[in-house]
C-alpha cells in the first residue's frame, strides 16, 4: 500500500517538476508571444487536447505504455521508498534557481545507474547536433526572415496575419508531441509499465492540471532565458524556433533509440547556435555579451546534471 502510494505521489511530482523545466524548451517561445494576445484558457486547452492525443496514441501504438516503449532498459524496483521522490523534488528546486537541467538524467538515472553514461552521452551529442544545425540554418538563411521580423512593427499591433498565429499554435502542438515521445519516460518512471485505460485518463488529467499551472505561473523564473534571446517575442520568430526544434527531435524520434535524452540539452544548443548566427549577422548584441548568456545557460545546465548524477549515487547507495 506505501509503494503504491509512493508511485502516486512520485508521478504527480515528477510531471509538476519535469514540465516546469522543459516548458522553456517547449512552451517557453509560445507563452512569450502569445501573452495578452489569446486566452490563456484556450493556450492551456490546445496543449491539452495534443497531450492526451500523442499520450493515447502511444498506448495504443505499445500495446499500453504511453512511455513510448522508453522504459525496456529502466525496470521499476522491487518496493518504492520515500528516497525516490528526491529526484523530483530536486528538479523543483533548481527549476525555482532556473536552471534548465536534463531531466531525464536525473530521474531515469535513479532507477538504472548503468544507464546514466549512455543518458549524458546521448544529450551531449544531441547539444551539438542542435548547434551545429541551429548554426547552419540561421546563418546560411534564416537569419534574413528575422532581419525582416526586427524591423516590422506588425508584431505589436492587431495588424500580424492570422496565419502566423495558426502556424505558431500548430508548430507548438507538434513540438510539444514530440517532447512527449522522448520525456514520457521521466514521468511514467513511476507508473507500472502496461496501463490500463482509466490509469491513462488519469495520468493525462494530472499532466494537464499540471499545464494549467505552469500556463497560470507564467513559466515562471525558468522563462528567463527565453526572454535575453533576439527577438524572441516575436510570434513568427517563435514559430520559427519551434519548428527547427520540433524537426531534430522528428529526426531523434525516426532513430527508433530507445535511450531517452535530455530535450533540455537540445534546446540550449539550439538557442546557442541561433543566438550566434544572429549576432553574426545582424549585429543587435556584442558577441562578448551573447557569449557571455550562453555560458551562463550552460554553467546552470551543467549544475544540473552533476546534480542529476550526485542524486542518482546517493540513491543507489541509499537503496542497497
Known amino acids: 500500500m506505501e509503494s503504491t502510494l509512493i508511485q502516486g505521489l ?11 523545466n522543459d516548458s522553456l524548451q517547449t512552451l517557453g517561445t509560445f507563452l512569450v508571444s502569445n501573452r ?7 493556450q ?3 496543449i ?3 497531450t492526451a492525443a500523442i499520450l493515447m496514441f502511444g498506448w495504443i501504438r505499445y500495446h499500453g505504455d504511453p512511455a513510448w516503449d522508453r522504459l525496456g532498459s529502466f525496470p521499476p524496483p522491487e518496493a518504492f521508498s520515500w528516497f525516490y521522490l528526491i529526484p523530483p523534488l530536486t528538479i523543483a528546486a533548481l527549476t525555482w ?3 534548465p537541467i536534463g531531466t531525464s538524467i536525473l530521474v531515469l538515472s535513479a532507477f538504472a545507474p548503468m544507464q546514466t553514461t549512455a543518458l549524458v552521452k546521448t544529450s551531449a551529442l ?3 547536433l542542435a548547434l551545429v544545425i541551429s548554426l547552419l540554418l540561421y546563418g546560411l538563411g534564416l537569419w534574413l526572415l528575422e532581419k525582416r521580423f526586427s524591423r516590422s512593427t506588425e508584431p505589436s ?4 496575419p492570422k496565419r502566423w498565429l495558426i502556424l505558431q499554435w500548430f508548430s507548438t502542438a507538434w513540438l510539444w508531441c514530440q517532447w512527449m515521445i522522448q520525456n514520457a519516460a521521466s514521468l511514467y518512471v513511476y507508473l507500472p509499465r502496461r496501463l490500463s485505460l482509466e490509469e491513462l485518463l488519469l495520468s493525462i488529467a494530472v499532466i494537464c492540471a499540471a499545464l494549467a499551472l505552469i500556463f497560470a505561473w507564467g513559466g515562471g523564473p525558468i522563462q528567463s532565458i527565453i526572454r535575453r534571446k533576439i527577438n524572441i517575442h516575436d510570434i513568427r520568430s517563435a514559430t520559427l524556433i519551434d519548428l527547427v526544434f520540433g524537426m531534430i527531435l522528428f529526426t531523434r524520434a525516426l532513430s527508433m533509440s530507445m535511450i531517452p535524452l535530455s530535450t533540455t540539452w537540445v534546446f540550449l544548443g539550439l538557442l546557442a547556435g541561433r543566438e550566434l548566427a544572429l549576432v553574426a549577422r545582424l549585429h ?3 558577441p562578448g555579451q551573447a557569449i557571455k548568456q550562453l555560458v551562463r545557460d550552460l554553467f546552470k545546465a551543467s549544475v544540473g546534471v552533476g546534480v542529476s548524477i550526485a542524486v542518482a549515487s546517493s540513491l543507489q547507495l541509499v537503496l542497497m
Open 97 to 99: 534557481w532556473g536552471a
Open 284 to 286: 543587435q548584441a556584442s
Open 10 to 20: 512520485g508521478f504527480v511530482l515528477v510531471v509538476l517538476a519535469c514540465t516546469a
Open 36 to 42: 495578452g494576445r489569446t486566452p490563456l484558457w484556450l
Open 157 to 160: 499591433s492587431t495588424a500580424l
Open 126 to 128: 544531441g547539444y551539438l
Open 44 to 46: 492551456v486547452l490546445w
Open 48 to 50: 491539452c487536447l495534443a
